[in-house]
């Protein structure tokens, strides 16, 4: 193991806020490795589409919630905690506040459960920082028109909005570090503000 572990950052938010862009910016100036989920192991390719694809049978929430779990389980053992132990920086598209956001807040499922499940299924790996880019309904909306939604995509206003109050309420509980950017602005105007408060907190990289 490297005598200074690595850092692991996680991006998060609604559909369309620029978190993949993001996370891929960020990740390049730092160094870090960049990953995702769901679908960034041999495993998470198989269970990318139980998940996502509209096609597929439909999904039960608490289903849904353990599939993510599996993913997340893998992608800890084949990709994070392996990078990390070398002293890499990683950055990842979506972590365990996606579940509780979108499966909790957003389908309903209870979050002390959920909670738990997150806890067992990365062994109790949290990020350092969970970067929240945050942008309105309609924002997110305008951004993904004219792409093929998936699944979770093709849920309702409602649901969407109960996703991005959930991020809010998950950021100010502050049980792990978080940071808050407009997401709205340019994306060289996101980036500088992504980039000015990861140094902040936890410098500028390996």
């Known amino acids: 193991?490297?005598?200074?572990?690595?850092?692991?950052?996680?991006?998060?938010?609604?559909?369309?806020?620029?978190?993949?862009?993001q996370a891929r910016l960020l990740a390049d100036r730092l160094g870090a490795l960049l990953t995702f989920e769901p679908g960034d192991t041999a495993l998470g390719v198989s269970l990318r589409p139980l998940v996502l694809?509209?096609?597929?049978?439909?999904?039960?929430?608490?289903?849904?919630?353990?599939?993510?779990?599996?993913?997340?389980?893998?992608?800890?053992?084949?990709v994070v905690r392996p990078a990390l132990d070398r002293g890499t920086w990683v950055v990842t598209d979506r972590y365990s506040a996606s579940t509780l956001a979108y499966q909790g807040y957003g389908r309903g499922l209870d979050l002390g459960e959920l909670g738990r499940l997150m806890e067992w299924a990365t062994a109790g790996l949290a990020p350092d920082l969970?970067?929240?880019?945050?942008?309105?309904?309609?924002?997110?909306?305008?951004?993904?028109?004219?792409?093929?939604?998936?699944?979770i995509e093709r849920q309702?206003?409602?649901?969407?909005?109960?996703?991005?109050?959930?991020?809010?309420?998950?950021?100010?509980?502050?049980?792990?570090p978080w940071?808050?950017?407009?997401g709205t602005g340019p994306v060289e105007e996101?980036?500088?503000?992504?980039?000015?408060?990861?140094?902040?907190?936890?410098g500028e990289g390996p």
Request: hydrophobic share 45%.
């Open 1 to 21: 193991m490297a005598s200074v572990p690595g850092r692991l950052i996680a991006l998060e938010g609604i559909d369309g806020c620029g978190k993949s862009t």
């Open 179 to 182: 940071l808050v950017v407009d």
């Open 53 to 78: 694809d509209p096609d597929q049978a439909t999904v039960a929430p608490l289903a849904e919630a353990l599939l993510m779990a599996a993913d997340r389980a893998q992608h800890v053992v084949d």
């Open 130 to 151: 969970y970067v929240l880019v945050e942008v309105d309904l309609a924002v997110g909306r305008a951004r993904r028109s004219g792409s093929s939604n998936d699944r």
């Open 190 to 202: 996101v980036a500088a503000a992504v980039w000015t408060g990861v140094r902040q907190r936890l």
């Open 156 to 176: 309702d206003d409602g649901f969407r909005q109960r996703v991005a109050d959930g991020y809010r309420r998950l950021a100010d509980r502050q049980a792990t």
